[in-house]
Nanobody, 123 residues
């Protein structure tokens, strides 16, 4: 069973930075595509970023140039560095893992999820 545990959420003022981390259990972490999604109140869960098992990263247009995803296969962790945050970044952020198939930004196609961590950006 794969378990994902996020940490690092909190409150920050616009223009500031936050660093989210996700710890993953399981011996095959290095084979997973890892991603971050977010869900704001009243809105559907949306793609933020993913990083493939070979380190190829992709970002939603709304965060491109401000967020950076990275992974440490030795430590089974994935990190989302959030810089120059905006009030519209306020949401619950979820770590996700995809164990097979083509990489997709659709949440329904991802296999494992963390419990989420709240990020609140004030103006």
């Amino acid at each position: 069973q794969v378990q994902l545990v996020e940490s690092g959420g909190g409150s920050v003022q616009a223009g500031g930075s936050l660093r989210l981390s996700c710890a993953v259990s399981g011996r095959t972490f290095s084979r997973y595509t890892m991603g971050w999604f977010r869900q704001a109140p009243g809105r559907e869960r949306e793609f933020v970023s993913f990083i493939s098992y070979i380190g190829r990263a992709s970002y939603a247009d709304s965060v491109k140039g401000r967020f950076a995803i990275s992974r440490d296969n030795a430590k089974n962790t994935v990190t989302l560095q959030m810089n120059n945050v905006k009030p519209e970044d306020t949401a619950v952020y979820y770590c996700a893992a995809d164990s097979s198939g083509p990489i997709t930004t659709w949440p329904s196609e991802w296999d494992y999820w963390g419990q989420g961590t709240q990020v609140t950006v004030s103006s």
